[in-house]
Nanobody
Framework: VQLVESGGGLVQAGGSLKLSCAFS????????MGWFRQAPGKEREFVAAIRRSGTSTYYADSVKGRFTISRDNAKNTVYLQMNSLKPDDTAVYYC?????????????????WGQGTQVTVSS
């Protein structure tokens, strides 16, 4: 399985970005998907997750109401729409794939990871 993120960049506070993660090398619909982020000097943290069918989504409290995770199983892609961005959202964002669902919130649950995409929010 390979995961490739795209869509990161530099944006002003209050702006929006949409991240994409392209999945290949397996059956996309068999995996729950998640987004995590890691700021300099900090541990990787959960941002959002989506179950295989896309009917259930989960968010960190820090992004709830501002970020939306979605997936297109026909395109083997998971998305993260980020609105009302804040400087604290600055981090490298990673997508990850999980074959066996537990909670979707912990790094150890995920089997495969992308290389990450940088998001920088200026004040």
């Amino acid at each position: 399985v390979q995961l490739v993120e795209s869509g990161g960049g530099l944006v002003q506070a209050g702006g929006s970005l949409k991240l994409s993660c392209a999945f290949s090398g397996g059956t996309f619909s068999s995996y729950a998907m998640g987004w995590f982020r890691q700021a300099p000097g900090k541990e990787r943290e959960f941002v959002a997750a989506i179950r295989r069918s896309g009917t259930s989504t989960y968010y960190a409290d820090s992004v709830k109401g501002r970020f939306t995770i979605s997936r297109d199983n026909a395109k083997n892609t998971v998305y993260l729409q980020m609105n009302s961005l804040k400087p604290d959202d600055t981090a490298v964002y990673y997508c990850a794939a999980d074959k066996t669902w537990a909670t979707g919130r912990f790094v150890d649950e995920y089997d495969y990871w992308g290389q990450g995409t940088q998001v920088t929010v200026s004040s």
